[in-house]
Nanobody, 125 residues
Framework: QVQLVESGGGLVQAGGSLRVSCAASGGTFSNYDMGWFRQAPGKEREFVATIKSGGSTYYAESVKGRFTISRDNAKNTLYLQMNSLKPEDTAVYYC???????????????????WGQGTQVTVSS
């Protein structure tokens, strides 16, 4: 059983930057594809970015060029560096992990096996 704990959320002005982290425990971190999703009030959870166990990265079009996903397998930690933040980036950001043998679309929340509790990111205009 993998436990995921996000941190680093907060309030930032539009145009600013923020880095959120996800600490993993209870499993072999390097065996998992790791992703970030977000959910705004009244909206469905949406894909933000994924980094596969081999290091390949994938981004939603809405964040491409502004966000960077990375992982440190030695520290069992996933990161999301968010730059040029916009008010529409306001949401609860969730960390997710899935076994790296899964072949379903990485953008689909149901393909992920474990989830964190989320961290709030608020971007003011």
């Amino acid at each position: 059983q993998v436990q995921l704990v996000e941190s680093g959320g907060g309030l930032v002005q539009a145009g600013g930057s923020l880095r959120v982290s996800c600490a993993a425990s209870g499993g072999t971190f390097s065996n998992y594809d790791m992703g970030w999703f977000r959910q705004a009030p009244g909206k469905e959870r949406e894909f933000v970015a994924t980094i596969k166990s081999g290091g390949s990265t994938y981004y939603a079009e809405s964040v491409k060029g502004r966000f960077t996903i990375s992982r440190d397998n030695a520290k069992n930690t996933l990161y999301l560096q968010m730059n040029s933040l916009k008010p529409e980036d306001t949401a609860v950001y969730y960390c997710a992990a899935r076994w790296n043998f899964r072949v379903q679309l990485i953008t689909t929340p149901t393909t992920y096996d474990y989830w964190g509790q989320g961290t709030q990111v608020t971007v003011s205009s």
